[in-house]
């Protein structure tokens, strides 16, 4: 059996929303979709383009698509995921976490009691933005969907409500991933490669969850143009490619290797067609140990890297 997932990009259709966060949650669930197809999972983002597009419809109906798939194609989804990121006027608070539904008797206990959390602190621990303090009732790094208590986004939880139907079949559940108004989760959640990472650290939580027996193992290296790409400069990478546009960096020109830098650091780097990745293994903040730069195609030439393939 193969994990089925639905996703939906928060805010990407006609009933309004943050631009901001629009900007964060359509990248997000392209990185979702991304990594669960690594993983081997059936993948259908409602959103178009993988989430980076406009759905042409409200909130009810993108969270309606997955109960007609169920019903009109038998096609079920394992677990009902929307990207979200906060918006409050505190820019104090910070924080990832996850909502389930709570509308009277249809309670997720999957993610109240296990999966919420999990997600939460998977996020947090790669991402460096903290675990969002919850409410009294309900603990860190999840809040039921009447807890939330948010007025004007409180109507954006109503893909619970078209969703009830599939409760007993479906894990249903909203990722706030960080909070857009706070400067220090925007400044992580905009940093390159970060969006790949926080749904990479999530997918595996939820494939672990769900059982290995539905999941072909993440790969974490791929060969591209002759060269192995792997780790965190394949998610780095995977992170700038968007459908459609040519890719920033270019495909790979040569292995990883390391690399003195003229301030006698030691570094990881790899080369290719229009940049080079580098690695930095002494740099504390997880969040910048990768590092991105487009600089042309004569810089490796220059700079004593080496070219041929090693396989
Ligand atoms: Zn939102």
Redesign the pocket.
């Known amino acids: 059996m193969t994990l089925r997932v639905a996703l939906s990009a928060?805010?990407h259709n006609n009933d309004g929303?943050?631009p901001l966060?629009k900007t964060l949650?359509g990248p997000l669930c392209k990185a979702y979709a991304d990594a669960f197809r690594a993983a081997g999972a059936d993948v259908r983002v409602i959103t178009p383009n993988d989430g980076l597009g406009m759905f042409p419809g409200g909130l009810r109906k993108v969270a309606q698509k997955v109960v007609d798939w169920s019903k009109n194609d038998g096609w079920t989804a394992d677990i009902f995921l929307e990207t979200?990121?906060?918006?409050v006027s505190n820019t104090n608070v910070r924080g990832v976490f996850s909502i389930y539904p709570d509308w009277g008797s249809d309670v997720d206990q999957t993610v109240k009691n296990e999966l919420g959390l999990k997600i939460a602190t998977a996020i947090s621990d790669v991402s460096g933005i903290p675990v969002r303090e919850g409410g009294v009732l309900f603990g860190p790094g999840v809040m039921s969907r009447m807890e939330t208590e948010v007025g004007s986004?409180g109507d954006?939880l109503g893909i619970f409500l078209v969703t009830a139907e599939l409760a007993a079949t479906t894990t249903r559940l909203?990722v706030?991933h960080g909070a857009h108004s706070s400067p220090k989760d925007l400044a992580i959640l905009q940093t390159p490669g970060m969006l790949a990472k926080i749904a990479g650290a999530a997918v595996k939580v939820i494939c672990d969850h769900f059982g290995s027996s539905v999941i072909a193992p993440i790969e974490p290296v791929i060969q591209i143009n002759g060269f192995f790409l792997g780790h965190g400069f394949l998610d780095y990478w995977r992170q700038l490619d968007i459908q459609g546009l040519p890719h920033p960096l270019g495909l790979p020109k040569s292995e990883e290797q390391p690399w003195t830098n003229p301030e006698k650091k030691q570094l990881t780097i790899q080369v290719f067609e229009r940049g080079v990745l580098s690695f930095d293994a002494d740099e504390p903040d997880p969040v910048f140990r990768v590092q991105g730069l487009i600089i042309g195609p004569d810089w490796g030439k220059n700079h004593g890297v080496d070219f041929k393939q090693h396989h």
Do not use: A, D, K
């Open positions: 928060g805010h929303g943050s966060e949650t979200h990121t906060e918006g986004h954006r909203i706030e």
